[in-house]
Structures are given as structure tokens and as C-alpha cells.
Nanobody, 120 residues
Framework: QVQLVESGGGLVQAGGSLRLSCAASGNMFSNNVMGWYRQTPGKQRELLADTSSGGRTDYADSVKGRFTISRDNAKNMVYLQMNSLKPEDTAVYYC??????????????WGQGTQVTVSS
């Protein structure tokens, strides 16, 4: 079992920055993809960025150039640096882990979410 705990959300003015952190506990195995999603009321959860244990990173067009995902494998941490924030970035942000065990089963875990509010 893996637990994910996000932190770093809050209220920021447009143009400002925030850094979200996600602490993972439990057996992450060596084959995993960590990602950040966000969700606003009435909308589907949106993938913003993810990073694999092999070093690949991908970004949604909506955040490319403004957000940066990074990970510290030794600490089982993943971060999302968010710059040039806009009011439309206001959402609940979720950390996600997709873990492939050595026997081939894939497990999907979510954090509880952290609120980010960007004021205009």
C-alpha cells in the first residue's frame, strides 16, 4: 500500500509562484510514474505533468513553460513548481502514482488533494 500526501497549496496572486510537494510512503518499487493532476468543480481531473522512474517527463500544453515537475527518488518525493500563475489555474491539485510491481500488476494511487487559489 502506498500513501501520497500533498502540501504547498494556498492563495497566491496572479503572476506568482507556488511549489507543491508530494510525499510518498510505502513500496514504490522501481517502475513507477508520478504525476500531478488538477480538478475544478464540474470538470474532469486533468493531467498536468508526469515523470517516470526512467527519467521521462511530459507536460500538458496548458502548463508547458510555466510548470516544472521534478522528483527526488531517494526521498520518495515529487514536486510541481508553478510559475506565472493565472486565475484559471485555481483548482484542487492531486498527486498520483502509477506503480508497476515486479510481477506485472499495476497499482494506481491518489493523494487527498491540495487547494490552489490564484487571485486576479
Amino acid at each position: 500500500q502506498v500513501q501520497l500526501v500533498e502540501s504547498g497549496g494556498g492563495l497566491v496572486q496572479a503572476g506568482g509562484s507556488l511549489r507543491l510537494s508530494c510525499a510518498a510512503s510505502g513500496n514504490m518499487f522501481s517502475n513507477n510514474v508520478m504525476g500531478w493532476y488538477r480538478q475544478t468543480p464540474g470538470k474532469q481531473r486533468e493531467l498536468l505533468a508526469d515523470t517516470s522512474s526512467g527519467g521521462r517527463t511530459d507536460y500538458a500544453d496548458s502548463v508547458k513553460g510555466r510548470f516544472t515537475i521534478s522528483r527526488d527518488n531517494a526521498k520518495n518525493m515529487v514536486y510541481l513548481q508553478m510559475n506565472s500563475l493565472k486565475p484559471e489555474d485555481t483548482a484542487v491539485y492531486y498527486c498520483n502514482a502509477v506503480i508497476t510491481a515486479p510481477w506485472g500488476t499495476t497499482y494506481n494511487y491518489w493523494g487527498q488533494g491540495t487547494q490552489v487559489t490564484v487571485s486576479s
